[in-house]
């Protein structure tokens, strides 16, 4: 991962990477945010390599990372619940 031109530069010379993800987008996290965030599990985290991720079709990808750890997607509410 990087936020460098130079890095971008690279992918467009001979002999660059033969593969590779651009994803533009902003993130800003405030002091202990993304602790916090991890702990409420609002991010899943998977242990997909990255031959994995670059191989398969852009819209198979969040399918993929939730089975590489076991989890059903299928299975899982698009909202949550109030007790």
Same mark, same amino acid.
């Given at each position: &991962? !990087?936020?460098? #031109?130079?890095? #971008?530069?690279?992918? /467009?010379?001979?002999?660059?990477? !033969?593969?590779?993800?651009?994803?533009? /987008?902003?993130? /800003?996290?405030?002091?202990?945010? *993304?602790?916090?965030? *991890? +702990?409420? +599990?609002?991010? +899943?985290? !998977?242990? &997909?390599?990255?031959?994995?991720?670059?191989?398969?079709?852009?819209?198979?990808?969040?399918?993929?990372?939730?089975?590489?750890?076991?989890?059903?997607?299928? #299975?899982?509410?698009?909202?949550? /619940? +109030?007790?």
């Amino acid at each position: &991962m !990087s936020a460098s #031109l130079d890095a #971008l530069r690279v992918l /467009g010379r001979p002999g660059g990477p !033969s593969q590779w993800l651009v994803a533009l /987008g902003y993130a /800003g996290w405030g002091p202990g945010q *993304l602790d916090d965030e *991890l +702990h409420r +599990h609002g991010w +899943h985290i !998977s242990d &997909m390599n990255m031959a994995d991720l670059l191989d398969r079709p852009a819209h198979s990808r969040w399918e993929a990372a939730f089975r590489t750890t076991g989890i059903d997607p299928r #299975l899982i509410a698009p909202e949550s /619940g +109030h007790a």
